[in-house]
């Protein structure tokens, strides 16, 4: 028998609905309440929504790929290629984030342009960023990869 203490959990289509009714305003934000259950029952899983961010750090993730699908609105993504004077992530409290790095800007990446119904896959360690002038709203799944190290034999 294989020991996992992850359980199971339906997330509504009334939670997806309520997340999509609230109103834009400028700047990134993962939207509510999608984001508190999310953040309640550890999910990867969120919608991201931009609205005019021009400017916008470029991040890598060394254990864990991110798949993000347009719900609405266009949005520029730049990816691979690599970050310039990287630094380790830090989180609201400050602290290193294991695994991941952030920069101001991306050297030699390629542009991708999302439209509503596009699906973007971001493997694991490659480097990305995302602007906006209008609006998108974007899901966002994190998919985590294990480690060879992690694996028991």
């Not at 916008?56 to 699908?69: M, P």
């Not at 949005?75 to 691979?80: H, K, L, N, P």
């Not at 694991?124 to 209008?134: A, L, M, N, R, V």
């Amino acid at each position: 028998m294989l020991k996992n203490n992850a359980k199971t959990i339906l997330v509504s289509s009334d939670i997806i609905k309520k997340t999509l009714r609230s109103s834009k305003t400028p700047g990134k934000k993962l939207l509510d309440p999608l984001f508190a259950f999310s953040s309640k029952n550890n999910l990867p899983l969120n919608i991201l929504e931009s609205k005019g961010v021009l400017e916008n750090d470029a991040e890598a993730h060394e254990y864990e790929g991110d798949l993000w699908h347009c719900l609405e609105g266009t949005i520029e993504f730049v990816c691979g290629g690599e970050l310039v004077k990287p630094v380790l992530a830090k989180d609201a409290n400050g602290k290193n984030i294991t695994g991941e790095l952030k920069s101001k800007v991306i050297r030699r990446g390629k542009k991708f342009i999302l439209k509503r119904g596009d699906w973007l896959w971001i493997p694991p360690g490659e480097p990305h960023k995302h602007i906006t002038k209008t609006a998108a709203r974007l899901f966002i799944i994190k998919i985590p990869i294990k480690n060879s190290h992690d694996k028991k034999n």
